[in-house]
């Protein structure tokens, strides 16, 4: 594994807003990390390598409930937002539960970014700015 939590962990710290997420997705690239996946209800990031080495960063705050409903429209709405540097992570966290979003795949190779409901469907793609 030639990257830890530490050296994410700082790399994350310089993202303020959703705005400045490119520049982080880049930094981590960098690092090594070809794709990774956060899941909401606790925040809990497993990262990976090319090789599918992982580590994960354990919970991140209390746990949330994940609706059963999936919102996509309201959802798009409060993603917009967050990109805009209109809310904070851990707001963004408790609007993807609040809409039914269990978490997403971050595809650093491919430059997706994968949301999925508690079903594990894929319910948006998105292009990762660069």
Known sequence: MEF???DITTAHQKVKSGAD??????AIKSLG????????SDGNTRYFNR????IHTGSKYDALL???????????TRLKLHQQGGTDY???CKDCAENGIEG???NLEAMTCTYF???????????IPV
């Open 21 to 26: 997420f490119p520049q982080y997705i880049q």
């Open 51 to 54: 090789d599918h080495q992982s």
């Open 117 to 127: 409901n508690k079903e594990q469907a894929d319910v948006l793609v998105e292009q």
């Open 90 to 92: 851990y707001t963004f």
């Open 104 to 106: 997403w795949v971050m």
């Open 33 to 40: 990390v070809s794709h990774y996946t956060t899941y909401v």
């Open 66 to 76: 994940i609706s059963e409903k999936t919102n996509l429209n309201h959802f798009k």
């Open 4 to 6: 830890t939590i530490e």
